[in-house]
T-cell receptor, first 113, second 114 residues
Framework: DAGVIQSPRHEVTEMGQEVTLRCKPISGHDYLFWYRQTMMRGLELLIYFNNNVPIDDSGMPEDRFSAKMPNASFSTLKIQPSEPRDSAVYFCASSLGSSGRIYFGEGSWLTVV | DAKTTQPTSMDCAEGRAANLPCNHSTISGNEYVYWYRQIHSQGPQYIIH???NNETNEMASLIITEDRKSSTLILPHATLRDTAVYYC???????????????FGQGTILTVHP
């Protein structure tokens, strides 16, 4: 299996622009997670889905952030409008059932200037 | 979720066992202990998890105290490639449906020296 696939790997954008991060989970996995990592705050869970349904979005920082999972093989995390403080590594992860064994992608490195 | 406490950093000589401690004194009876690690510039990687009994897999061993208030991750023969940040996490309720919200702390930076 190719693992969790994220795109883009790196993105530099200007403040105010819309950013869309994409994720393809491991086939057959029913949980999908979006995490954000910064030096200051560490690794934070933003939102997670079970069977394409958002279960907990309490970690989403504000209304500028939105996440969707239209089907079992694709999810997006959108930031509109982006701000410099959104600069971080965004990880997508997936898992099968409630094992707690979560597989992470390589991350999308976002820089907002 | 219960909070965990880990040392900020540890060193280990290559080929020796690395023993990484974790305190989780507020763990509830049905919460698992998970260990993940993150090598620089990569996504976190699952290592092992357990509920009450000690666990071993191809990567590591997990020793959980009888009162479950602390645990130790053991890398039996550390290599340079084991240099990483190691996260001890408590969560994922056994037998329940509240699983999913694994909260990562600051972890322990393990440096393996030649």
């Amino acid at each position: 299996d190719a693992g969790v696939i994220q795109s883009p790997r790196h993105e530099v954008t200007e403040m105010g622009q819309e950013v869309t991060l994409r994720c393809k989970p491991i086939s057959g996995h029913d949980y999908l997670f979006w995490y954000r990592q910064t030096m200051m705050r560490g690794l934070e869970l933003l939102i997670y889905f079970n069977n394409n349904v958002p279960i907990d979005d309490s970690g989403m920082p504000e209304d500028r952030f939105s996440a969707k999972m239209p089907n079992a093989s694709f999810s997006t995390l959108k930031i509109q409008p982006s701000e410099p403080r959104d600069s971080a590594v965004y990880f997508c992860a997936s898992s099968l059932g409630s094992s707690g064994r979560i597989y992470f992608g390589e991350g999308s490195w976002l820089t907002v200037v | 979720d219960a909070k965990t406490t880990q040392p900020t950093s540890m060193d280990c000589a290559e080929g020796r066992a690395a023993n990484l401690p974790c305190n989780h004194s507020t763990i509830s009876g049905n919460e698992y202990v998970y260990w993940y690690r993150q090598i620089h510039s990569q996504g976190p990687q699952y290592i092992i998890h357990g509920l009450k009994n000690n666990e071993t897999n191809e990567m590591a061993s997990l020793i959980i105290t009888e009162d479950r208030k602390s645990s130790t991750l053991i890398l039996p023969h550390a290599t340079l490639r084991d240099t990483a940040v190691y996260y001890c996490i408590v969560g994922g309720y056994a037998g329940g449906t509240s699983y999913g919200k694994l909260t990562f702390g600051q972890g322990t930076i393990l440096t393996v020296h030649p």
